[in-house]
């Protein structure tokens, strides 16, 4: 009986195991294929008469003498300016994410420790908005920002983007709070404390692993944003997705497409670096929101 329980235990991880690494191969190649793509010229990648020139780089070599090049990098980062577009990503994101939770940690603050009714339907009101598609709460901005002449620049997309996501920011923050006693709270406010002190110096460092899970989604709302940088941005401010778009769109042009591939793995990999530094906060932070204190 109990060998064959031993049995039964080891087939079970022998499964699982395997279903893993399957997993693991499948959801990695997608990347690891784009990856390998970036160094090939156009012919190679996208060969219609044999897919194995992308493995083998045949064209590749006949031009740069070599079955890897980096010319879709240079073309991207150094003829086509990408480094520009990735600066702008930068400054959107950290205004974007510092923002969002200045604003978010205040608010889920004070609606988790009010008493008042108008809490729940504020919140109602705000996932309400979120609910709705980015695109059509764009289109009501562009009049008013051209008249003001506000139009193209990262500051009026900043604020666009705060705005879109600060219900889903609010309602997160919110429910991290809620897990929290109010007596922390009280014991700090006893022991001398300020509301805003025992919020700042008490329940912000219990709330910590929340705030980066949320600042994390913030950042890669930002990040990969496409309908409201598209619509919202000049060509000379652009972030790193619109950049993209515009090789793309621009196919008949010699080697635009590997500058695409290029950019798309130069995109791609800080998000790879971003999650697993912060892989541990993100799940505690989500343990955190799902178990009550």
């Not at 190649?29 to 156009?42: A, I, R, Y």
């Not at 919140?123 to 609910?131: E, K, P, V």
């Not at 994390?216 to 496409?226: E, G, K, M, V």
């Amino acid at each position: 009986m109990a060998a064959a329980a031993e049995q039964k235990s080891i087939g079970l991880r022998v499964f699982s195991s395997t279903f893993v690494i399957f997993w693991l191969i499948l959801a990695a190649f997608p990347f690891v294929w784009t990856l390998w793509g970036s160094f090939k010229v156009e012919l190679d990648f996208f060969s219609i008469a044999d897919w194995t020139n992308a493995l083998t780089g045949a064209r590749t070599e006949v031009v740069y003498g070599s079955p890897f090049t980096g010319t879709g990098y240079e073309g991207a980062w150094v003829k086509e300016e990408f480094w520009k577009a990735v600066l702008n990503t930068a400054i959107v994101c950290f205004f974007v994410v510092c923002t969002s939770l200045t604003i978010g940690t205040l608010g889920g603050y004070a609606l988790s420790r009010s008493g008042f009714r108008y809490t729940f339907w504020l919140l109602i009101i705000a996932l309400m908005f979120r609910a709705l598609p980015p695109i059509t709460l764009v289109s009501g901005y562009l009049l008013p920002f051209f008249e003001w002449n506000v139009w193209g620049i990262l500051p009026t997309t900043i604020i666009v983007l705060v705005a879109i996501n600060q219900p889903f920011t609010l309602w997160m923050l919110h429910s991290f709070f809620q897990k929290i006693p109010k007596d922390l709270d009280e014991s700090a406010m006893v022991d001398g404390c300020t509301r805003f002190q025992a919020f700042r110096h008490v329940i912000i460092p219990v709330m910590w692993p929340g705030v980066i899970t949320t600042g994390l989604f913030s950042f890669l709302l930002a990040y990969n944003d496409f309908a409201v940088t598209t619509m919202l941005l000049a060509k000379e401010n652009q972030t790193m997705v619109p950049k993209i778009a515009s090789f793309l769109g621009t196919t008949q042009t010699e080697g635009n497409v590997m500058f695409a591939v290029a950019s798309v793995v130069s995109a791609t990999a800080p998000l790879f670096v971003l999650v697993m530094f912060f892989q541990r906060q993100i799940v505690s932070g989500l343990t955190a929101g799902a178990v009550k204190g």
